[in-house]
């Protein structure tokens, strides 16, 4: 009989990195401000959250980074302007952002890597399992990943991690799972885990991405993780202990996700990401379309 696990409840939201690849845009702009079409990155990844029932959402944030709690907070004299023009569509569209979860702010005051991020909501998360959802990353809505790894968590206990296959030659870009087979296609049982480990060193063409579930016992052994690839604490390097010993925290478990999955750390992913979105939004896609197809043909 399969054993019945809590309910996870809590999102933590990395947020604190100085989104350097994007200089000079992000020199005074927090890069998960950056809009796609015609909201911010992040704000994709608070409605993933809050699509799986995770309403309550710490972001762990850093210098210069007072924008992301702007977003999300109330803007009465905007709001008040868009009430006297008459212009409900818009109004609706910045309340939105205020309304979508319950959010909860802490900063990391040093840039020791994502192990060191994730630590820093130890205290608000307690003794719970909860998602770690990165903002580079964002997953279509219509492939409900995080749902997914909760079902599976709940299911089994421990942490689950989103894995993709990748070509073997961009696999040191990653964190890279070795796996077994489980009864479920879409399923695996993790069983060790590299940091951007060179092709030839590679496991598998497994590819850790953006979104973790992860067992509270992960916080112990973050405060005893010393540095480690670029001399910061690594998220991976925890989890390859709970994989080695489920004794401390549970199994670790993978799902494999074939969906659609947006990469707007990078700079050419980030402007494919808006073409994609924009060609499938009914108010813009059909004249962006046309315009796409003509300026292809035509200009290229």
Known sequence: MTQSHPRISKAVIPAAG????FLPATKATPKEMLPVVDKPAIQYVVEEAVTAGLSDVLMVTGRNKRPLEDHFDRNY???????????AERLARVQESSDLATMHYVRQGDPKGLGHAVLCAAPHVGD??????LGDDLIDPRDPLLSRMIDIQEQHGGSVIALMEVDPS??????CAAVDPTGESDVVRVTGLVEKPAPADAPSNLAIIGRYVLNPAVFDILRKTEPGRGGEIQLTDALQLLAEDEKVGGPVHGVVFKGR???TGDRGDYLRAIVRLACEREDLGPDFRAW?????TEEM
């Open 18 to 21: 100085l989104g350097t690849r």
């Open 77 to 87: 004299e905007l709001e008040s302007a868009l009430g006297r023009k008459g212009d």
């Open 128 to 133: 719970q399992p909860f998602a770690v959802l």
């Open 170 to 175: 961009q696999i040191h870009l990653y964190g």
């Open 261 to 263: 999955r947006y990469d």
């Open 292 to 296: 796409l197809r003509s300026y292809v």
